[in-house]
């Protein structure tokens, strides 16, 4: 395979409508992508294979996530390219989600966007991509 601007990963299937958000950004910018369902609570191992066998060839890293909202920084945890997480409104209309990714410990920077908000992640990886044009 062979390199990719930006990955988007999800943590559930059911947080699909927000993927569409960024990767039909991402069309409308020409930028390259691919998508991944994968759960940093319920498949932590299948998370960490695939950021190691993957990492070389992927620049950003956007991940969406509800409810606790770990996957953005587990995967910040694991990498050192930039990370946006995008909450997910799945409870309390978004705010625990919210809180969880603004909160990742100091030393795992994560960018964060606004609750549901895919297309700022995709404009905000765009911008990220630019700096290296």
């Given at each position: 395979?062979?390199?990719?601007?930006?990955?988007?990963?999800?943590?559930?299937?059911?947080?699909?409508e927000v993927v569409?958000?960024?990767?039909?950004?991402?069309?409308?910018?020409?930028?390259?992508?691919?998508?991944?369902?994968?759960?940093?609570?319920?498949?932590?191992?299948?998370?960490?294979?695939?950021?190691?066998?993957?990492?070389?060839?992927?620049?950003?890293?956007?991940?969406?996530?509800?409810?606790?909202?770990?996957?953005p920084g587990v995967?910040?945890?694991?990498?050192?390219?930039?990370?946006?997480?995008?909450?997910?409104?799945?409870?309390?209309?978004?705010?625990?989600?919210?809180?969880?990714?603004?909160?990742?410990?100091?030393?795992?920077?994560?960018?964060?966007?606004?609750?549901?908000?895919?297309?700022?992640?995709?404009?905000?990886?765009?911008?990220?991509?630019?700096?290296?044009?």
């Amino acid at each position: 395979m062979g390199e990719i601007d930006v990955a988007v990963l999800a943590g559930s299937k059911s947080d699909s409508e927000v993927v569409e958000k960024v990767t039909s950004t991402l069309e409308e910018e020409k930028i390259s992508y691919e998508v991944n369902y994968i759960s940093a609570h319920r498949e932590p191992e299948k998370l960490r294979a695939y950021i190691k066998e993957n990492d070389e060839r992927i620049k950003i890293y956007v991940c969406i996530a509800g409810l606790a909202a770990a996957l953005p920084g587990v995967v910040a945890s694991y990498t050192s390219k930039p990370v946006i997480g995008v909450p997910v409104s799945a409870k309390l209309g978004g705010l625990d989600a919210l809180l969880s990714i603004v909160q990742t410990p100091a030393g795992i920077p994560v960018a964060t966007v606004g609750i549901d908000n895919g297309r700022n992640a995709a404009l905000l990886a765009k911008r990220i991509l630019s700096l290296s044009k």
